[in-house]
């Protein structure tokens, strides 16, 4: 009876993910803490409908998605779920209702202070993390039962059938690594599909403006070839304007091969090199920028034999811009910091600024052609850049908090076999 009742409620606990996965497929808001509290809320429930009483307490998966629901779903879906719960135990009633309300209040504290930590943690660690704040309500109900003896003067001693605490262990342990996997998986899914829709959009965009920029591009060397020969024949003001002119049209032809790198960067010399070289040149380079901003540029280089096997002035290019862009975003007093680790395989650069951050909706739209948070600005250095790391097979992530800062996140590969335009 008992283990029917507990697979009973590992399908209960699971089926809110796999109804938030079909929400997903049709993209619904899954992500909404209303939606996500209102399902776990209905699974809590419906595991204490289908509990097993035994030794004087309700044995069921009722604490499942109340972990779930605070880590996946935030503090406003955990408290919707935690409030079910405890209404329906109060409902319940019974000789252990404080034990019982302990326990929830207690898991609840744990699940919500461990959010922060949850979520800076790799996939496997997460699972990891809920399975073990899943697993802490047994031990509190555990402890419970031997305090409700106590206070009912009988002996202290587990009065227990060992399979059925196997069983009871085994099964709620299995049902929250379930669930988390699931909701993993969930995540990653969507994850790609950002990216892929993102890739799409890129690459449309990134054909539109080579064309666009090839067909200009060819007028303006004529219309600059023939200013330069009447400027060798001008003197006076009328040579300062055709100066002016010029300058202009050199940085039209600028933002022009901007957007041409955009569509297809080029790898035109392939070079074997130390990455903490390249580092030290960009930072050496930005140092003066970021003393006129009174900001600080603090690095934090490993001398190492990292190698990279790219092209070098395309990785400066793209060092450079996101560097550039930490220290713009910077008030002054503020402090960037640029530090490199590697392994065998991979060199990770963080740049972390002490910036005004950036809201989750913002975080969205970094890298796309046209949107930049500066007050003048395309936004067309940071997506160059971010198309240079892709076509080295590299990865830019971003996080951000407003108000505290912004970290970007810069991970490439040690080796390259073959470096191709795109």
Not at 300 to 329: G, H, M, P, Y
Request: charged letters at 20%; hydrophobic letters at 45%.
């Amino acid at each position: 009876m008992l283990a029917e009742k507990l697979l009973l409620n590992l399908l209960i606990t699971i089926a809110p993910v796999l109804i938030l996965s079909v929400l997903s497929d049709k993209k619904c808001n899954m992500n909404s803490p209303i939606i996500c509290g209102l399902l776990q809320s209905i699974a809590a429930l419906t595991c204490m409908i289908f509990t097993h009483a035994n030794y004087g307490f309700n044995w069921d998966l009722r604490y499942v998605p109340l972990v779930l629901s605070f880590l996946y779903a935030g503090p406003r879906a955990g408290s919707m779920v935690l409030g079910t719960l405890i209404v329906t135990r109060i409902l319940m009633g019974g000789n252990t209702i404080i034990f019982g309300l302990v326990n929830m209040l207690l898991t609840a504290l744990i699940a919500f202070l461990t959010v922060q930590k949850f979520w800076k943690s790799p996939p496997n660690k997460r699972v990891l993390i809920s399975t073990v704040i899943g697993f802490w309500p047994l031990i509190l109900c555990f402890v419970s039962f031997n305090t409700y003896q106590y206070f009912q003067g009988a002996p202290l001693k587990i009065d227990f059938n060992i399979p059925d605490i196997i069983l009871i262990g085994f099964i709620h342990t299995l049902a929250i690594m379930i669930a988390s996997k699931l909701n993993e998986n969930v995540i990653e899914r969507n994850k790609m599909r950002e990216e892929i829709i993102r890739a799409e959009k890129l690459n449309t965009i990134g054909e539109l403006a080579a064309s666009i920029a090839h067909e200009v591009r060819n007028p303006l060397t004529v219309v600059k070839g023939f200013l330069q020969l009447m400027q060798k024949e001008e003197q006076g003001r009328k040579y300062e304007y055709l100066s002016l002119v010029l300058s202009e049209l050199g940085r039209a032809e600028s933002i022009i091969n901007d957007y041409l790198n955009f569509a297809k960067p080029k790898f035109e010399k392939i070079e074997k090199f130390q990455l903490a070289d390249v580092l030290s040149e960009v930072v050496l380079l930005l140092d003066p920028l970021a003393v006129k901003q009174g900001v600080e540029l603090k690095s934090e280089l490993i001398q190492s034999d990292f190698w990279l096997t790219t092209d070098r002035n395309q990785l400066k290019q793209a060092l450079v811009n996101l560097i550039k862009n930490a220290i713009e975003a910077t008030s002054e007093g503020g402090k960037v910091t640029i530090q490199y680790m590697h392994d065998h395989q991979n060199a990770t650069i963080l740049i972390t600024d002490s910036g005004k951050g950036m809201t989750p909706e913002q975080l969205s739209k970094i890298g796309t052609l046209f949107y930049t948070t500066k007050d003048k600005g395309t936004g067309l250095g940071t997506s160059v850049s971010l198309r240079i790391i892709e076509t080295m097979n590299g990865k830019v992530s971003y996080k951000s908090q407003p108000g505290i800062g912004t970290e970007v996140t810069m991970i490439l590969p040690a080796v390259k076999k073959e470096v191709v335009n795109i």
